[in-house]
């Protein structure tokens, strides 16, 4: 059982370059969502997803389209990346009330 | 909207000391409370949540609604506790079941 797991773990961006960031979990679990971290906010959701098929936004949409084709992956994809899109994004995954994280993809956009 | 708020960035205390690091929150509604953990070198996980009323690791955290709080409290803290210690909030209306973050407290418990 490998939980939640994404690809890649590190990547670098020049600005204006795009990138998809997968995330799979092998739990089942309907829910799953995109969240990114940076000093001093905590994690703030970006999308998340209710089922396959199903998208919504978070608290910080803007710059990110996502993706969930088959009930156990999530894409985040980043159409056109910016400076301000550096930051550590973690995938989560859940059935009932507490989420399960993936590792976490290191991200700079230069 | 719901808002956690953790006040302190960076808490340090020595072992065997207690230790209680503080989480407020902000929602109408009648809310669902979680503290998450962040151990060095691995993933975020579920620490404890405020409708078990359970202690794990020895820690406890009591959802106070009159003052909106929900700390996290341990009598007496190891090296081990460091870590960075989320508290999350989520509404019970709604079924999409998303958190809401305060923005960390990083604890350091020194030797």
């Known amino acids: 059982n490998a939980g939640v797991t994404q690809t890649p773990k590190f990547r670098v961006l020049k600005t204006g370059q795009s990138m998809t960031l997968l995330c799979a979990q092998d739990m089942n679990h309907e829910y799953m969502y995109w969240y990114r971290q940076d000093p001093g906010m905590g994690l703030r959701l970006i999308h998340y997803?209710?089922?396959?098929?199903?998208?919504a936004k978070g608290e910080v949409p803007d710059g990110y389209n996502v993706s969930r084709l088959k009930k156990q992956n999530f894409l985040l994809g980043l159409e056109s990346a910016a400076p301000s899109q550096t930051s550590v994004y973690f995938c989560?995954?859940?059935?009932?009330?507490?989420?399960?994280f993936g590792p976490g993809t290191r991200l700079t956009v230069t | 909207a719901q808002r956690v708020t953790q006040p302190e960035k960076l808490l340090s205390v020595f072992k065997g000391a207690p230790v209680e690091l503080k989480c407020n929150y902000s929602?109408?509604?009648?809310?669902?409370l979680f503290w998450y953990v962040q151990y060095s070198r691995q993933r975020l996980q579920l620490l404890l949540r405020h409708i078990s009323r359970e202690s794990i690791k020895g820690f406890t955290a009591d959802l106070n609604k009159g003052e909106t709080s929900f700390h996290l409290k341990k009598p007496f803290a190891q090296e081990e506790d460091s870590a960075m210690y989320y508290c999350?909030?989520?509404?019970?209306?709604?079924?999409?079941?998303?958190?809401?973050f305060g923005s960390g407290t990083q604890l350091t418990v020194l030797p």
């Open positions: 929602y109408s509604g009648s809310p669902e």
């Open positions: 997803s209710v089922g396959e098929g199903t998208t």
């Open positions: 989560a995954s859940s059935w009932t009330t507490e989420q399960y």
């Open positions: 999350a909030l989520r509404a019970l209306s709604g079924s999409a079941r998303q958190l809401t």
